[in-house]
């Protein structure tokens, strides 16, 4: 690229990273159910964004960005498999955390209160939300052990998570 | 604080969140997700808090996520085969009374031991004369001896799990293979299977030793709770490392919990509790090393996921199931 065309490059980007980092971060939350592991990815995006070579085949920025960050979601999601092998060893180090007085009262609450708010659903949607965002299993593996379609599964799993979301967002407004 | 999103709201953005977490989603769902969000600006912030929430969840200490687990994961299978149990509970009833089978032999120093043996898939709990507490697995056998000095137990196979009586003055002693354990004020739980055995402590402290170490050798340790020891005859060495009271006492709740153990162990113990015997045809397979729960009324569905764990293959045949290495069966 020539300077100027570098410059108007770097502008796309900058004006793309306004508009659409809000999203691109809860996109990639939402993927690797991490906040801070979103916002390092979301970095990396841009910087593969800032190096691209292949501009002029590049239709839609914004479509490229989130496809370029939904690739390096999986690759860290892969990563972490691998690295989860090794968390028997790790655990001691990685969640010194969890042992804290605020974090174990803030845990404790909060479990009280998904636990009052799933015995208000039906049993399926509390135990596919249970195995999937609490257990962290793969929709494919609760579909299988539910014997229920991963489609159903899914509608379960969404119903109780807004449903936990309504309930915990009672508490907070009173 | 600004406005709570519309209910309504709330439950396509968790919809969107499930979608997106798909691992097949494609380029195309993550444009129409973007297309949603543009829509309404309080979209995108409901979406941040269902997945702000989910991340939360996700990050749960070990024992929060347990105790959901336990309270909400249920086999579906055990509710579908409600009925039939239900209509089977009239037989095994009347069969109960032959499935604790109490015997008495007679010793040399007068003292009768006394035999308590359980059936495939039937757990009992039941108070020893000094009041401790025992809870007996399925398919095991127990042998009580009762003397002034000491308090014997013996643990022939299968598994038990005991809340001792404590009495200073009258040891409580568990015999079981090469081992023995001796109560210091305790609850834990023993399994044998083979010359293997599993002391696991919930409560107080056990001493553990090896009744065949020569004068010698010092093979005996104590444990305490939230502690397991292993015994391996072939090696003829313990090992511990750390297990949770609701895992070492999961079996009393029809799941059996196994932590880093080899195969054969665990194909030996669910054939306590299962309706059809397990085989496994290559010894090999004995050695693969396994960590999981297994549901004692979802036998069959684990088993049918194995093939997706290890190289091996399931046959049904008429004597039970039969476990094979994949790589015989491919020729």
Same mark, same amino acid.
Request: proline share 3%.
């Given at each position: ?5 570098l410059?108007v ?48 085949e ?21 990563k ?27 845990a ?67 | ?16 969140w ?50 959901l ?10 509710q ?8 089977a ?37 039941f ?16 042998s ?7 308090? /014997? &137990?013996?643990? @022939?196979?299968?598994?038990?799990? *005991?809340? #001792?009586?404590?009495?200073?003055? $009258?040891?409580? =002693?568990?015999?079981?293979? /090469? &081992?023995?354990v @001796?109560?210091?004020?305790?609850? *834990?739980? #023993?399994?044998?299977?083979?010359? $293997?055995?599993? =002391? ?59 932590i880093?153990e ?23 397979l ?20 194995l ?5 091996l293959q ?18």
């Open positions: 690229m020539s300077a100027v065309t410059s490059h770097v502008s796309d980007i900058e004006r793309l990273f306004r508009e659409q980092n809000r999203a691109l971060i809860a996109f990639l939350q939402c993927r690797l159910n991490s906040l801070s592991d979103a916002q390092e990815v979301a970095q990396e995006a841009y910087l593969r964004m800032l190096t691209m070579d292949n501009r002029e590049v239709d839609s920025l914004r479509s490229y960005l989130f496809k370029v960050a939904g690739n390096l979601a999986i690759d860290r999601l892969r972490r498999k691998v690295r989860s092998e090794f968390a028997v060893v790790q655990s001691q180090d990685e969640q010194v955390d969890e042992h804290s007085p605020d974090h174990h009262a803030v404790v609450e909060q479990v009280a209160g998904v636990r009052r708010a799933l015995k208000e659903l039906p049993a399926k949607a509390a135990q596919a939300f249970v195995m999937h965002v609490i257990e962290g299993r793969d929709f494919s593996h609760v579909a299988q052990t539910m014997k229920l379609s991963e489609r159903m599964v899914r509608y379960h799993v969404a119903h109780a998570l807004a449903h936990c979301r309504a309930r915990v967002d009672e508490k907070e407004v009173p | 604080m600004a406005s709570q999103p519309q209910d309504q709201t709330m439950q396509v953005a968790a919809e969107w499930a979608r997106l977490r798909e691992p097949g989603a494609g380029d195309d769902v993550a444009e129409q997700w973007l297309a949603w969000t543009s829509e309404d600006e309080r979209h995108l912030q409901a979406f941040e808090q269902v997945s702000a929430l989910a991340e939360q969840l996700g990050t749960l200490d070990q024992v929060s996520r347990q105790s687990a336990k309270e909400f994961v249920r086999p579906v299978s055990a579908r085969r409600w009925l039939p149990l239900a209509a509970a009239s037989i095994a009833a009347v069969m109960l009374g032959g499935a604790v089978y109490i015997g008495w032999t007679q010793h040399a120093a007068g003292i009768t031991a006394q035999v308590y043996q359980s059936g495939i898939a039937q757990n009992r709990d108070t020893l004369p000094d009041g401790t507490k025992v809870a007996l697995g399925a398919d095991s056998t127990l009580v001896k009762y003397g002034s000095g000491e308090r /014997d &137990v013996e643990v @022939r196979n299968g598994e038990a799990y *005991f809340e #001792v009586v404590h009495d200073s003055r $009258r040891p409580f =002693v568990v015999m079981v293979g /090469d &081992v023995t @001796r109560d210091i004020g305790t609850a *834990f739980d #023993v399994r044998r299977t083979g010359e $293997r055995v599993m =002391v696991a402590v919930t409560q107080g402290r056990v001493a553990i030793a090896d009744r065949h170490a020569n004068a010698g050798q010092h093979n005996s340790l104590e444990a305490t709770a939230g502690q397991r020891v292993s015994y391996d005859p072939d090696a003829s060495s313990m090992t511990v490392d750390i297990v949770t009271p609701a895992q070492a006492t999961a079996w009393r709740s029809n799941r059996l919990e196994f880093d080899p195969l054969g162990v665990v194909v030996a113990n669910l054939n306590r509790y299962a309706g059809k015997p397990l085989h496994v045809a290559d010894p090999n004995n050695a693969l090393i396994y960590t999981g729960t297994i549901r004692t009324d979802a036998i069959d569905s684990w088993i049918e996921a093939p997706q764990v290890f190289p399931v046959s049904r045949e008429a004597g039970g199931v039969v476990l094979s290495d994949a790589r015989h069966v491919q020729r």
